[in-house]
């Protein structure tokens, strides 16, 4: 890989990139090259490397082997700051990281002059503002320059991002999911600064796995998939094709019958997750494992804490067994026979400093004790079950939960729900940082459990979905746009269009071997 | 080997310490080596080692309470106005002084729950508030019997025999009402940290706030009871001061809000525990008091002894942070 | 003090007193008879500057200064600045700017009041100062005489103990009056050798009492021979006092200590009770001076330039034989504890009486 799409040679070359965290080789033997004027897309799911990849472009990581040019000269950036000078400049996919929220727009275009000190002690706010005024006038746009920027919209706060980035005039600007939480007419705008700057022979690195985006902009595609490049897509572009060597082939569930609910255990009832959102309605059966699939920042997670009680809907009604249900707070929802683990294990569910067994226990004291008094040898014999049950790998309940690797603390964070009978159990993003065999015995259980409850589970991985689910429902814009059945007759490329939010426009001739690929 | 040997360390480091001092000052003046001694240097510590317990409750939660001092003080010259002022008996005061504690413990408690106002921030309001309000009633006057009231009538109550036994009398003829109060209250708030659901999940709040949440604890309640419980703790700490000092003094009682501190700070490092815990909280108390014992037996000047407080807490910080976390890797 | 024109002093007072309240139909003097500026008092503003305010000392010396400006129909501003040396000092110039007449500055650290003071004497302010050196010749120093302290209540010591003694003594250096009671200390040493001191203790750690008690149980214990302690504040004298109660030496060791309060009282009269003397000037009386000083200065009249007030030795026995129960008692039952002529010329009204 040598030449982009636009035959000039390539500005930024990455060839034979190694990291490893501890024992997790992230990236292998990555190579990849950008031209000037040319938007080569980067596609991979949660977990490929991509950050790992981003992160060490732009300074903050160090790559373990490999080397990277930057217009010819040797790259490598101790820095984020020598990024910025070699001419390389990223918008980070966490927006509020780029910006200062309370300083004004015009004080963030211009700071990274003002933090690398080359401004000079006194510094106008008029001058400032003239200068602040240049730069945004590259891009055309006519931001409230004197506003703070945590009083403007997220949209604008990334042209705030991105401006800032531009200020130094880079020859390559990395974007990293630049339309996660942005609507279609935001992302249009967008769309329509990034050709102008490719227009003006800037090299655009664009991460994202929203189809639209990829179909929109992308003059190249490179997937990434378990720290390894797995394609690389030249015009005529093959989107599915792309899609499939993103995923990998989604894995089949072996010698297990897909199954159908036996009775209604939670019903949502034209319920409404924003004030701009579509109603929508579904209804989860007991014995059953349904999958919510979506992009990030669609609503999944919303939907979820509004099930656990830790939000409310603008509209709309539930019932829990035929009964209205309303929780008041998580106590309320837990005590109602819902539980959840939620999203990103660290912050929601491993209390650090507690062992396995407490970690267990916690939601379900009051079980495991007598008279306030917490019956620790019961606590540590049911841990050692879950330990059993869920194959998690330790020396033994007493171990500290750092000690143990990601898979093995999901392994807890899920125990910890199963330990107790539900009426429903949601899991937001119960595989994230999860190695496959973990995945594999964590899917397991979860089925294996799954007789006499509702299973609600949350992921943004279509292939995860497909690996745990009876039934895939789809989420775009804090909506339910689609309800799949898993097995005979299942349409990936419809469910594959739904979650890409542009239902009907995937190409037709595609259709048969994506069905194949999904089995 | 080296593991072990730094395992050993980080366990047992502090007792050896602890050991080592009471011998060395045992060496220098043998009159430190006595029963009485011993009692001495728990009665010495009693009042901080109960404010140090209560504030425990609040940094288990990942709080921490600065009013404590203040509240201590403030449940002096409560107890010492209820007696000399208003003529009430012990157990009506006592009830008092407790529900004034309480009632400051859930002041600090809704102002960082619901006020949203961080823990440090609100106990330092709380703090200048009461040290400000305890001085209102007797427009900055000591509390003593006979004193005259600004109003220039004088005060007929005094302290009742038995409310001053609590800070005088011995059990047997030796150990000290307020040493056994101590003891009491750190057993209490021992097996309650350690053993009970409620201390359990006091822990997993202060651990991650967020994962006790969506596991259904009542956070914000949990909260506010370790700051009544700090509270409590603190104004039970004031009932012994009056008791013993006799009379409501005008104190600020931020020598206790430290001493407490610096003790409950030194009890993270025992038994390499690397958390706040109610034990190596009345362990560290003691290793102060005895190091302050010792000290002036030695007749070492006054400004020796903040030097070695603050030596202790530095060096037992560095036990926790740095030893224990290592260990963990 | 020249005790000859005192009586002279007060004899031509109450000469003229008479005459005046012959003239005036009975009605104490009143302002039209006062040197200017007090014959029109309402005109006057005074401040009192402070650094040290809690406590029962300083509270009594306020209201001592309120009252004798109450007396003389001034205004009296009380700035406060809570040991905060720095704050004080700009204290001062606040009162400078306030345009008040006189300042009393009470307390604080000589390092930061010098140049204010100099500042505010610049400015043609009067300036009064008690129990801070601020350098200055114009400003005259109230004091509460320390030495004699100290020397009264050892001089009781040596009386009801003889001349050779084992004892504890309570300091803390660096604090001005306990620094010159130490001075005492010392001679007194010098001059009995058989004043042994076998240890020293003492620390300002709050609630003091409590911390001092804990302390002097130490000390007790491992010097068994000790019969006297000099605590040369009450505050000490507390503590110790307190640790001589819980060792159940209360007959064996006697406290002597200086300042009184209500509470001091109480204490003393404790049965049994080792605190058995203590000499005290009345904090209230100082203030009254601190006030008469400057306003002798604001009439051109000169209070001196060190202004002693004299201290008065309180004995255990002399509470109990007269039941002295709180200060106010202290001061109807102990004439000399209760006033003093000290800068107080003919014209100055007296307190609320």
Redesign the interface.
């Known amino acids: 890989m040598t030449e982009g799409e636009t035959g000039a040679p390539p500005v930024l070359e990455i060839t034979g990139l190694e990291r490893a965290f501890g024992q997790n080789r992230v990236l292998r033997n990555v190579d990849l090259a950008v031209s000037p004027g040319e938007v080569l897309v980067l596609m991979g799911a949660n977990g490929a490397g991509k950050s790992t990849l981003v992160k060490i472009i732009a300074g903050v990581l160090s790559p373990d082997a490999g080397r990277m040019t930057l217009a010819g000269r040797p790259y490598l950036p101790a820095r984020p700051i020598d990024a910025v000078g070699a001419g390389l400049s990223v918008v980070h996919q966490q927006i509020n990281d780029a910006v200062a929220p309370d300083l004004s727009v015009a004080q963030n275009l211009l700071l990274d002059r003002l933090c690398s000190g080359r401004t000079g002690a006194i510094y106008s706010p008029r001058r400032a503002r003239r200068e602040a005024e240049t730069i945004q006038a590259i891009l055309g746009l006519s931001l409230p320059l004197d506003r703070a920027v945590s009083e403007i919209p997220l949209a604008d706060r990334q042209l705030v991002a991105i401006c800032r980035a531009l200020a130094e005039e880079p020859k390559v600007l990395v974007l990293d999911e630049p339309t996660s939480s942005l609507s279609q007419r935001e992302a249009e705008r967008l769309f329509g600064i990034v050709e102008m700057l490719k227009a003006r022979g800037v090299a655009i690195l664009y991460i994202t796995h929203r189809m639209s985006d990829i179909r929109r902009l992308a003059d190249r595609i490179v997937t990434l998939r378990d720290g390894r490049i797995t394609g690389e897509f030249r015009p005529p572009l093959d989107f599915e094709g792309a899609v499939t060597a993103m995923l990998g082939a989604p894995i089949q569930r072996d010698g297990e019958a897909i199954r159908t609910g036996t009775r209604p255990v939670l019903s949502l009832e034209n319920v409404r997750l924003t004030s701009w959102s579509r109603p929508f309605s579904f209804t989860l059966d007991a014995g059953e494992v349904t999958a919510i699939t979506g992009l990030v920042g669609t609503g999944k997670s919303r939907l979820a804490e509004m099930i656990f009680g830790l939000g409310q809907a603008v509209s709309g009604q539930m019932r829990l067994m035929g009964k209205p249900y309303t929780p008041r707070d998580c106590g309320a929802a837990i005590e109602a026979g819902v539980f959840m683990a939620g999203k990103d294990r660290a912050t929601s569910s491993i209390v650090p400093g507690f062992d396995i067994a407490r970690n267990l226990s916690l939601p379900f004291l009051r079980h495991r004790s007598r008279a306030g008094f917490v019956d620790r040898s019961g606590e540590r014999q049911k841990a050692r079950r879950t330990i059993a049950d869920l194959s998690i790998v330790c020396q033994g309940e007493t171990d500290d939960m750092a000690t143990l690797s990601g898979g093995n603390q999901q392994k807890v964070v899920v125990g910890r729900w199963l330990a107790e009978a539900s009426k429903l159990l949601i899991l937001d993003e119960p595989f994230q940082g999860v190695d496959i065999k973990a995945r594999g015995d964590i899917a397991r259980r979860l089925r294996e459990t799954a007789g006499d409850r509702a299973t609600l589970v949350l992921v943004s991985e279509i292939d995860e979905a497909l690996e745990v689910a009876d039934r895939i429902l789809v989420m775009s814009d804090h909506t339910i746009v689609g309800d799949h059945r898993t097995g005979p007759g299942f349409d990936l490329s419809r469910l594959l269009a739904e979650v890409a939010g542009d239902l009907g426009a995937a190409p037709v001739h595609s259709e048969n071997r994506l069905e194949s690929a999904a089995g | 080997m080296t593991l072990a040997v730094r395992d050993l360390s980080i366990r047992y480091g502090f007792f050896v310490l602890l050991v080592a001092l009471a011998l060395f000052f045992y060496a220098a ?1 043998p ?2 080596m ?1 029963v ?2 011993l009692v ?1 240097v728990f ?2 510590v009693a ?1 901080t080692a109960i404010l140090a317990l209560g504030v425990t409750g609040t940094l288990v939660v990942g709080g921490f309470d600065l009013s404590i001092g203040s509240v201590a ?1 403030s449940s ?1 010259m409560a107890a010492s106005y209820a007696m000399v002022i208003w003529g009430w008996g012990t157990t009506e005061t006592v009830l008092l002084c407790i529900a004034f504690g309480l009632l400051a413990g859930l002041l600090n408690g809704l102002i960082i729950v619901y006020g949203r106002v961080p823990d440090l921030l609100a106990t330092l309001g709380t703090m200048f508030l009461l040290l400000g309000l305890q ?1 209102v009633p007797t ?10 009231l600004p109003d220039s009538t ?1 005060a007929t109550g005094s302290f009742d025999p038995s409310f001053l036994a609590l800070g ?1 009398a011995r059990l047997f003829d030796v150990l ?1 009402v307020s040493v056994v109060v101590m003891l009491a209250l750190a057993v209490a708030i021992f097996v309650f940290l350690e ?4 201390g ?2 006091m ?2 709040i202060g ?2 706030e ?9 956070v914000a309640r949990y909260k506010i009871a370790a700051y009544m419980i700090s509270g409590a703790f603190a104004s039970i700490g004031g009932i012994l ?1 009056a008791a ?4 409501g ?8 809000l430290l001493d407490a501190v610096a003790a409950a700070l030194i009890g993270f490092a025992v038994l390499g525990a ?2 706040p815990n109610a034990f190596g909280t009345l362990i560290g108390a003691l290793f102060v ?1 005895m190091l ?3 000290l ?2 030695m ?1 070492a000047p ?1 400004y020796t ?1 903040d030097a070695v407080k603050g030596g202790v807490l530095v060096v037992a910080l560095l036990f926790t942070f740095s030893l224990t976390r290592r260990a ?1 890797r | 003090m020249d005790l000859t024109n005192v009586t002279r002093r007060r004899f031509t007072r109450l000469v003229i007193g008479g005459a005046t309240a012959l003239l005036l139909g009975g009605q104490p003097a009143i302002a039209q008879d006062r040197p200017a500026p007090f014959d029109k008092p309402e005109n006057v503003s005074i401040a009192l500057v402070r650094y040290l305010s809690t406590g029962d000392f300083f509270q009594a010396y306020l209201t001592g200064a309120q009252e004798q400006a109450k007396a003389l129909g001034v205004e009296l501003r009380v700035l406060d600045s809570r040991q905060d040396a720095a704050l004080q000092a700009d204290m001062v110039d606040q009162a400078i700017a306030l345009g008040v007449d006189g300042i009393i500055v009470q307390h604080g650290l000589t390092e930061s009041m010098t140049a204010a003071v100099q500042r505010a004497v610049d400015a043609g302010i009067k300036v009064v100062a008690f129990d801070v050196d601020v350098e200055n010749d114009q400003v005259p120093q109230i004091e509460q005489s320390d030495r004699d302290l100290a020397r009264l209540a050892l001089e009781q010591a040596v009386k009801d103990n003889g001349e050779s003694f084992e004892a504890a003594y309570v300091y803390v250096p660096g604090i001005a009056p306990l620094d010159r009671r130490d001075e005492t200390w010392k001679k007194f040493k010098d001059q009995y050798a058989g004043i042994k001191e076998v240890a020293q203790f003492g620390t300002l750690d709050n609630p003091i009492a409590n911390s001092v008690a804990n302390q002097a149980s130490a000390v007790l214990r491992a010097n068994p021979g000790v019969t006297v302690v000099f605590a040369p504040y009450d505050e000490f004298a507390k503590g110790v006092k307190i640790a001589v109660d819980e060792a159940g030496l209360s007959s064996d060791i006697k406290i002597y200590s200086a300042d009184i309060s209500t509470a001091d009282i109480q204490a003393m009269r404790e049965e049994p009770s080792a605190w058995v003397a203590t000499a005290a000037t009345n904090p209230q009386l100082i203030g009254e001076v601190s006030v008469r000083a400057l306003a002798m200065l604001l009439a051109g009249e000169d209070p001196g330039h060190n202004v002693v007030v004299p201290p008065t030795l309180v004995t255990r026995d002399m509470l109990l034989e007269n039941d002295v129960n709180n200060m106010e008692q202290l001061s109807q039952k102990l004439p000399q504890f209760a006033s003093t002529d000290v800068a107080k010329p003919e014209w100055m009204p007296t307190v609320g009486k």
């Open positions: 003046q009159a430190f006595s009485r001694s001495f009665q010495s009042i003080a002096m001085l427009a900055g006057r000591s509390i003593a019997r006979g004193m005259t004088t005088r000290p053993f009970t659901r409620w359990r999940v822990y997993a651990s991650n967020q994962a006790s949440r969506l596991a259904g604890a009542p001061l013993r000092v006799g009379r003094d005008v104190s600020s009682g931020n020598n206790l690397a958390k008091g302050l014992q010792g002036t037996m007749n006054y002894q963990g």
